[in-house]
């Protein structure tokens, strides 16, 4: 069922092109039983390419505020859910629900406004 679940979602957010990447709300933001799962999940499935806390080792920091290919939601979804072909980057799909995925991000977006916060990026 989670495959299903982040297969239908990316189909429908591919299939409306007009849709604006910033349209997209991740409905876990800012929920802090959310974001702990988030760190659970990022700590277990992320942190060994993108570093503690996001902060970025073989793959890039995740808590700068800024992303090569964009940092929407949407997108980082999407690179989640799908990964990204041609680099080291795998999916995630199959293994983690949409719920799970949200979390995560959710998770991202509280760390880097306390890294910001902190000034550990300019």
Same mark, same amino acid.
């Given at each position: 069922?989670?495959?299903l679940v982040c297969l239908v979602l990316l189909a429908f957010l591919r299939l409306s092109p007009s849709l604006a990447e910033d349209d997209i709300k991740n409905p876990h933001?800012?929920?802090p039983a959310a974001i /702990?799962? !988030?760190y659970d999940l990022f700590a277990a499935r992320c942190a060994f390419c993108h570093g503690g806390h996001g902060m970025g080792a073989k793959g890039p920091a995740l808590t700068a505020g800024h992303y090569k290919r964009g940092g929407s939601n949407l997108t980082l979804f999407s690179t989640i /859910?799908? !990964?990204r072909p041609g680099?080291?980057?795998g999916a995630f799909g199959?293994?983690?629900s949409a719920d799970e995925i949200w979390d995560i991000i959710a998770y991202i977006r509280d760390e880097t406004?306390?890294?910001q916060e902190a000034?550990?990026?300019e």
């Open positions: 069922m989670r495959p933001e800012g929920d /702990a799962k !988030g /859910a799908t !990964g680099t080291q980057m199959g293994m983690l406004r306390k890294q000034g550990d990026h």
